[in-house]
Each structure stands twice: as structure tokens, then as C-alpha cells.
């Protein structure tokens, strides 16, 4: 959506961290997200992050969030090929309001 | 069995046509969201219920409707299909409570219009 947007491909090599990044407009988001959508399938949820946080991290995840910039990344550590997808940044303003999302990073994972 | 189903997983129609793409969910959860996903794009919302008798319209509900038959139950109908409704139909599913974050998605429709 308009509100939520990101860049569209990104190339990282095997072994080496992604940095996937995302900004939102909508200053009362409390609510963010990252998802994964492998190919032919649904959009799972891969961690999420509340506004009043600045920094998730979990497992080969690490969120970083900058409020004041409404700048949201994801990084992923070691990349591998079964992380080549499409990632999606949202937000919501609760829980559980209607997401809006960002277009779609589709990352690919070079040998 | 998933937890959120979407039936069928893809559809061909020819334009005018009425189709009803369907979702059932065994999540227990209350709320319920039809979107469509075009490539760069990203995930646009169509319409939301938030129980049985509260239908919204999203931001791009013209050419859509929507019942929501049960709890479980959210069907999402084309009344005359046009090509630029060619896309990836997802449904999804949120609780209200404090322990569940984020939606959980069917596996999607992928509907074409010809």
C-alpha cells in the first residue's frame, strides 16, 4: 500500500547477512510486521514488533526500529536458499485492526 | 488440515461471469479479511468482518461483495468478473485477544479472468 512502502528486489550471497528495509507513514502504527511469502504459498508471519521497542531479535532475525524516522528493517543473518521470498512490511495501528502492507521485497539468495 | 482454507486454489473464469471464492478458518477467531495481491503492489484489503454481523469495505471493495455465513465462514463473491480482477486472493483471519499477534493467511485463490 501507499503508506508502507520498501524496495523491490534484493540480491544477497549465500552465507552473507540481508538487510531488508521499510518505511511507514502512519504515525499512530503500533503494530509492526514482517512476513514471508515463499512461492505458491501464504503469507507467514515472521516476527512482529511493538512501536514502544527500538530492537527484536530472534534467532537469524534482527528487527531495528526507528520511530522517529518510521523506518522499520529486517535483517536476516547467514542467509540461505530457503530464504529466497518475498518479504512484506505492515502495520497496524492494534493487534488486531486491518494491516496495511508494503509492495514486497522478493529476495533472492545466490550460491 | 490448515487452519485457514481458501477453496478453490484456482479458477479460471471468463469475463461477466459471477464467482464466489470461499474461506473457512478453524482458528476460532473472529475477525476475517479478504485481499487481492498484485505483483509490486503488494496486499490490498477488500473487505474485513469483524464478527458475524459487522461486514467493512476495504480500501478497494468496488467489484466485490462479501458474506460472512458463520464464525468460520467468509465467502468473497465477483458479481460480473472483469480481467483487472486477474490477481491472488488471500484470506485471513485475527483475534482480538492480547496473545495473538498478527493475521494467519490461507494459502490463497489464484483467480483469472479472461
Known amino acids: 500500500g501507499e503508506d508502507v512502502e520498501q524496495s523491490l528486489f534484493l540480491s544477497v550471497r549465500e552465507g552473507d547477512s540481508s538487510v531488508i528495509n521499510c518505511t511507514y507513514t502512519?504515525?499512530?502504527?503500533?503494530?509492526l510486521y514482517w512476513y514471508k511469502q515463499e512461492p505458491g504459498a501464504g503469507l507467514q508471519l515472521l516476527t512482529y514488533?511493538?512501536?514502544?521497542?527500538d530492537m527484536k531479535q530472534d534467532q537469524r532475525l534482527t528487527v531495528l526500529l526507528n520511530k522517529k524516522d518510521k523506518h522499520l528493517s529486517l535483517r536476516i543473518a547467514d542467509t540461505q536458499t530457503g530464504d529466497s521470498a518475498i518479504y512484506f512490511c505492515?502495520?497496524?495501528?492494534?493487534?488486531?485492526?486491518?494491516?496495511?502492507f508494503g509492495a514486497g521485497t522478493t529476495v533472492t539468495v545466490r550460491a | 488440515d490448515a487452519d485457514v482454507t481458501q477453496t478453490p486454489r484456482n479458477r479460471i473464469t471468463k469475463t461477466g461471469k459471477r464467482i464466489m471464492l470461499e474461506c473457512s478458518q478453524t482458528?476460532?477467531?473472529?475477525?476475517m479479511y479478504w485481499y487481492r495481491q498484485d505483483p509490486g503492489l503488494g496486499l490490498r484489503l477488500i473487505y474485513y468482518?469483524?464478527?458475524?454481523?459487522?461486514?467493512n469495505k476495504g480500501e478497494i471493495s468496488d467489484g466485490y461483495s462479501v458474506s460472512r455465513q458463520a464464525q468460520a465462514k467468509f465467502s468473497l463473491s465477483l458479481e460480473s468478473a472483469i480481467p483487472n480482477q486477474t490477481a491472488l486472493y488471500f484470506c485471513?483471519?485475527?483475534?482480538?485477544?492480547?496473545?495473538?499477534?498478527?493475521?494467519?493467511f490461507g494459502s490463497g485463490t489464484r483467480l483469472t479472468v479472461v
Open positions: 468482518s469483524f464478527d458475524v454481523k459487522d461486514i
Open positions: 505492515a502495520e497496524s495501528p492494534s493487534n488486531d485492526y486491518k494491516l496495511s
Open positions: 502512519d504515525s499512530s502504527s503500533t503494530y
Open positions: 485471513a483471519t485475527s483475534d482480538r485477544t492480547g496473545d495473538n499477534y498478527g493475521y494467519t
Open positions: 482458528k476460532g477467531h473472529d475477525r
Open positions: 514488533i511493538f512501536s514502544n521497542m
